[in-house]
């Protein structure tokens, strides 16, 4: 993979960076152009603004994955589950720090950052979200995750809700 | 719009063809279809060639003319198109030769579907199938396609009560049938255990439950319905020819266990075709994994929610019916050489009803279904065919 | 306004290799080095982790408590031995992955196990010179000790973020001095991957020396003696060191209890004084003093003389985990799993 093409994918990679829908109100990650749900879809073009989402939600569903992905060789067997975030979007990553035999559906987690792949020894390293459980002790306060804010056009800063 | 018949199939066997060329593959069941329509390649109009990645496989792009020409047919200048839909490239190469006869542009067209997939190593076969799924947003984050459907398989097995020992048996099913297919990949039978225990890929889905990488290719030669007695006594209507697509990552559906896409191409054909799920006899779904099968098989209509698994099991996709269900074997035994795949089904169901099926003959088919998908479902191809008059 | 530190969080990944496994695949009695180390169990990270995980993860719970709106970060320092890349920087990863680019300055340092506190004092300098509003000071490593070498048995993974600046401090720094000396005790050179020590050089002309001589500065120039801190860290290469150090000036255990981390971690090098003064905090009263002195090898000391304030009482550090929970909890792995794991398997092929 070209440096350029993941790197030009870094906000959303490093910071969850999504969009929601100055219209509907609804909550897209990767950020769209369009709004898939609005009825009229020309009416949303340009509203799209730059919402970040928290990184807690909850495992919808998961596999343990034996058979790697080019890149994650070394981590076999690893956990990728889709994660319904509390604001809605579902998002695909691993789940790490569990045993695999310990995931299951409704696992609440947060999103960590980590290495994602490595161009060989000598190329550049491709970091962003995978998910780790919430830990007991944790759990009941607010949960952690990436809680950078990310500017808007209007030079505001909108935050996620959780 | 006029209507356009099958009028002649072809196909080589599938499996690891190791002294074989990709285009020789795609020549034998070119040249295999136009000799069963009694047709020779100066009626032809033009080609359409489902492939999915043979720039990847094979370092080799711009092959539909690469086909033509060693067809012998460099000469005619004929038109030569490839048709991409990841794995459902040729069901979807399949719907573009379909509107080419129907709209009277061509009068008879050569749809092949072929891959060569042996000339890479399994790892790269692997990431290359990841391809149909979204690099971006699933694959750069550890995704294979079965990891994918394995996804599909929990939710399944979460909401409506799906068995391991129900999807382990879409792949006994399919090797009992692979087991009466010549050109299948694989004849031999499974057992449940076997399936059970083989290694995992992604849990739950083992090896056992996922369709072989192979080589093969299929063609079909498409003509005008009124012109269909000149080449063949058992003419095959396409009575619809739908395509749909839908999100292309599985995180952005609403229903993981439910594919949009095949719903929507389904219920598009059968009213196209005034035809109703219990009026088919015989199917061919896209049984890349055995999850794929039983969400196909729901989502066409042909089984309740959540009830495939359970008819799996207990055996009533047989040749007996009163469905029967990939009488080829399937992917899974037949093989799964991508772009070839929809073409194949094609031509099993053309076989099944003209009553050449031979071991694996369906008594008394008069419909039947096809039905193709690429990655976790972003592409679905359902084509309808019909015994004519 | 005086400045100090706003905000912080610690970071340890999450598995655990025992010295007496290490033994076993060299053949020592692995226990016994361990003890005579004073380490019970390293951490080791996994193996998609690295220093830059690390610092993301410890600053990413830093930002949350202190309530930082990470636009308003001037500069990012990382301090590490083990930074992922020889060329390019640790700290513009981290500074992007929590939003505080791009108006503000980054760059990565290197000074043995001192880069750390070294960061702290650039940032001490440029908050209270007016010249940005918050600076991150991180200390991390994932070092490694050669196979079968002595450090091997301590050599971990571990990182601590802190949010220097002026307002809502928790901990203001009285006074910060250091100690510097060229003294080879360990080195690594470029391209090697291994470090190389000066076996028991590292001990008495080096490490104690140094500390020693950075802390009885410090006490001159504070006027303060070892009873006037509630808490004293040290840097911890192992359990031993630190333990009696602090006695040759005169601490008690009970000062040093919660400053003293790695016997349950390991020698997270740049984190590890760092880790044990995000313990201290995690512990630690309103009005409490806390001495700190940092080690690198090379050689030098950095002392910092901090008071924890009012503002420590509303602090909301029950956000992430407190260093605690890094010291209790962890999966113990076989050796082979972390010779995978740290890269240290040849694996044929492309």
Redesign the interface.
């Known amino acids: 993979m070209s440096v350029a093409r993941f790197w030009r994918e870094t906000p959303r990679r490093y910071n969850l960076a999504g969009s929601r829908c100055a219209v509907c109100g609804n909550v897209y990650f990767p950020p769209r152009a369009v709004c898939p749900s609005c009825p009229h879809h020309r009416q949303s073009i340009e509203k799209m603004l730059p919402f970040q989402l928290s990184g807690a939600g909850e495992v919808i569903s998961y596999t343990i994955v034996h058979e790697a992905a080019e890149g994650f060789e070394m981590q076999v067997p690893y956990v990728l589950a889709l994660v319904k975030t509390v604001e809605g979007p579902v998002l695909t990553g691993q789940v790490v720090d569990i045993e695999p035999a310990e995931v299951g559906i409704g696992l609440k987690v947060r999103a960590t950052f980590r290495k994602l792949r490595e161009e060989g020894k000598a190329g550049v390293i491709h970091y962003g979200y995978k998910f780790s459980p919430v830990v007991e002790e944790e759990l009941g306060r607010r949960p952690a995750g990436p809680r950078a804010s990310v500017p808007s056009p209007t030079g505001g800063h909108e935050q996620a809700r959780a | 719009m006029r209507e356009v018949a099958v009028l002649g199939v072809g196909q080589t066997k599938f499996g690891e063809l190791w002294d074989r060329s990709f285009r020789e593959i795609g020549i034998e069941a070119g040249l295999g279809a136009l000799v069963d329509a009694k047709l020779s390649s100066a009626d032809l109009g033009a080609l359409y060639l489902g492939n999915m990645a043979s720039g990847s496989l094979i370092d080799q792009e711009h092959i539909a003319p690469l086909i033509l020409d060693y067809a012998g047919l460099a000469g005619r200048h004929l038109p030569g198109v490839r048709v991409e839909g990841g794995d459902a490239s040729g069901g979807l190469a399949l719907h573009q030769g379909y509107l080419a006869v129907a709209s009277g542009l061509y009068d008879y067209v050569v749809v092949g579907g072929a891959e060569k997939l042996t000339d890479v190593s399994d790892e790269a076969a692997t990431q290359i199938a990841a391809s149909t799924a979204d690099h971006e947003w699933e694959v750069v984050f550890g995704a294979t396609l079965p990891a994918l459907w394995a996804l599909v398989a929990r939710r399944h097995m979460h909401l409506h009560g799906t068995l391991r020992e129900e999807l382990a048996a879409v792949s006994v099913h399919a090797h009992e049938m692979g087991s009466k297919n010549p050109n299948a990949h694989y004849r031999n039978r499974l057992s449940i255990e076997q399936v059970l225990h083989a290694p995992p890929i992604a849990e739950p889905l083992g090896m056992l439950d996922c369709a072989p990488f192979s080589d093969g290719a299929a063609a079909v030669v498409l003509g005008p319905l009124e012109e269909a007695k000149r080449h063949t006594d058992t003419p095959i209507r396409i009575a619809a020819s739908q395509v749909a697509c839908d999100t292309m990552a599985l995180q952005h559906r609403d229903d993981l266990t439910s594919v949009a896409s095949t719903v929507r191409a389904a219920r598009a054909a059968f009213a196209r075709a005034r035809r109703a799920p219990k009026d088919v006899r015989v199917v061919e779904v896209h049984d890349a994994y055995s999850i794929s099968a039983l969400v196909a098989l729901e989502d066409l209509g042909l089984c309740e929610k959540g009830a495939a698994g359970k008819a799996y099991a207990s055996g009533s996709f047989g040749l007996d019916g009163p469905l029967t269900v990939n009488p080829s074997g399937g992917l899974k035994a037949q093989g799964r050489p991508f772009g070839a795949v929809g073409v194949a089904q094609v031509v099993e169901i053309v076989r099944q009803l003209r009553g050449e099926a031979k071991d694996r003959q369906v008594p008394d088919a008069s419909l039947g279904l096809c039905h193709d998908l690429g990655g976790t479902g972003a592409t679905a191809v359902v084509h309808l065919l019909e015994r004519a008059g | 306004m005086q400045a100090g530190i706003v905000s912080y969080g610690a970071y340890v990944p999450?598995y655990r290799i025992t010295p007496a496994e290490i033994g076993r695949v060299w053949g020592t009695d692995g226990e016994a080095v361990g003890q005579g180390l004073g380490v019970r169990r390293k951490s080791v990270p996994?193996?998609?982790?690295?220093t830059?995980?690390i610092s993301?993860?410890a600053l990413?719970?830093a930002?949350?408590r202190g309530g930082i709106?990470?636009?308003q970060i001037g500069a990012v320092y990382v301090g590490s031995e083990s930074h992922?890349?020889a060329v390019k920087p640790t700290a513009t990863?981290v500074a992007?992955?929590?939003?505080?680019t791009p108006n503000m300055t980054a760059a990565d340092f290197e000074f043995a196990c001192k880069a750390g506190t070294a960061a702290i004092q650039a940032c001490l300098g440029l908050v209270g010179a007016g010249m940005i509003r918050y600076g991150i000071a991180i200390g991390t490593d994932t070092s490694q000790g050669a196979p079968g070498d002595a450090l091997e048995y301590s050599a971990s993974a571990g990182g601590a973020a802190f949010v220097i600046g002026t307002e809502h401090v928790i901990a203001r720094v009285e006074r910060t001095l250091s100690y510097t000396t060229d003294t080879p005790d360990f080195w690594r050179r470029e391209g090697q991957r291994y470090p190389s020590h000066g076996g028991r050089f590292t001990g008495e002309p080096a490490y104690f020396r140094h500390v020693t001589e950075c802390a009885r500065r410090l006490f001159e120039a504070s006027g303060t003696s070892p009873k006037d801190y509630a808490h004293v860290v040290f840097h911890q290469p192992n359990g031993k060191f630190p333990q009696r150090v602090g006695r040759q000036l005169g601490f008690s255990e009970e000062q040093m209890r919660y400053g003293l981390v790695t016997p349950s971690i390991g020698n997270t090098y740049s984190g590890a004084a760092l880790i044990g003064l995000a313990n201290v905090l995690d512990h630690a009263g309103p009005g409490e003093r806390v001495l700190l002195i940092g080690y690198g090898s090379g050689a030098g000391s950095d002392a910092f003389d901090l008071e924890t304030t009012e503002e420590l009482a509303s602090f909301d550090r029950?956000?992430?985990?407190?260093v605690q929970?890094y010291l209790d909890h962890g999966?113990e792995i076989p050796y082979a799993v972390y010779a995978?794991?740290r890269g240290k398997i040849h694996m044929g092929g492309s």
């Open positions: 999450r996994a193996p998609d982790e690295d830059i995980t993301t993860e990413r719970t930002l949350v709106d990470p636009q992922p890349y990863v992007q992955a929590v939003g505080a029950n956000h992430g985990l407190p929970h999966v995978k794991f």
